[in-house]
């Protein structure tokens, strides 16, 4: 079996974390941690928790052996502010779409496009390049931004399920969806991260210096979001994800998420992309 696209998270037992993004056996991913001598690490699959049973097997295996590991359970999922205003503007999309192919028989032309984004079919697989590509044309019901959330209890773990059971109930449309108010609703015992240049932090940023709004409306508008994702999980549950790479746009997002912390005493985790283990 091969785990889809997921990000890996090694807790160091006194420094600080690690987090990869890739491909392959729980099992492997947990003999790297340890062999890098750290105790801990997380699996949060995109949008699902298929993996987690595997992780835990191994894990306990290792702590039968007598090695000192802790097993943390997340998912990394794809994110919207309100699925209220998702599906108000995919169902507008949707009947520009319909008036479009009336208007085109009536007319008989041939140069109107369907909806590209729901021709698809067979398997979901997460483009990293779609979800880190800024594009202000873009409609933003396309959007699906990555966020990491993790349980830290059995509470946080029951909310997790709960969230991706919800997010394939409520929120699905070629991939499985939560906002704000499933957060809200579930947040208690949940950590939360902003994530990679996927992240709805990374897109306002890169957005917003697309569109040429000032550094100071682009602080605002993270600030406003920091206090909506506090207000779900707590201030002591949410973090900033700074990413070290040769990515321009990574400098650029680094360089805000800096400022905002300052500004916001929201603390700075370092993370890294790793496709495998």
């Given at each position: ?176 969806r939560i906002d704000f108010k499933m957060l809200q609703e ?15 932090y990374s897109n306002r940023i890169l957005r917003g210096s ?68």
């Amino acid at each position: 079996m091969i785990i889809k696209p997921n990000r890996f998270v090694g807790l160091h037992a006194h420094t600080g974390f690690s987090v990869f993004d890739g491909l392959g056996y729980p099992a492997d991913h947990i003999n790297f941690v340890l062999e890098n001598e750290m105790d801990a690490w997380a699996l949060t699959d995109h949008g699902n928790g298929s993996g987690l049973a595997h992780a835990r097997k191994h894990a306990e295996k290792m702590q039968k052996a007598g090695r000192k590991y802790r097993q943390l359970y997340g998912c990394e999922f794809y994110f919207v502010p309100s699925l209220s205003d998702w599906r108000n503007d995919y169902e507008a999309h949707r009947q520009a779409v319909r008036d479009a192919k009336s208007e085109k028989k009536a007319m008989k032309r041939t140069s109107i496009d369907a909806d590209e984004d729901a021709v698809a079919a067979g398997h979901t697989v997460e483009n990293e390049d779609e979800t880190k590509t800024i594009d202000v044309q873009k409609d933003e019901w396309k959007r699906r931004y990555h966020l990491v959330v993790i349980a830290k209890n059995r509470v946080g773990l029951g909310n997790l399920f709960t969230l991706i059971k919800k997010a394939y109930k409520h929120g699905f449309y070629r991939f499985p969806r939560i906002d704000f108010k499933m957060l809200q609703e579930h947040g208690e015992g949940l950590v939360v991260s902003t994530a990679c240049l996927g992240g709805i932090y990374s897109n306002r940023i890169l957005r917003g210096s697309a569109l040429n709004k000032s550094r100071d409306e682009i602080q605002r508008e993270l600030q406003n979001l920091t206090d909506r994702f506090t207000s779900c999980v707590g201030v002591e549950n949410f973090f900033l994800e700074l990413q070290f790479n040769r990515l321009d746009a990574q400098h650029k997002v680094n360089d805000h998420l800096i400022q905002l912390h300052n500004a916001t005493g929201v603390p700075l985790i370092a993370t890294a992309d790793s496709h495998y283990y």
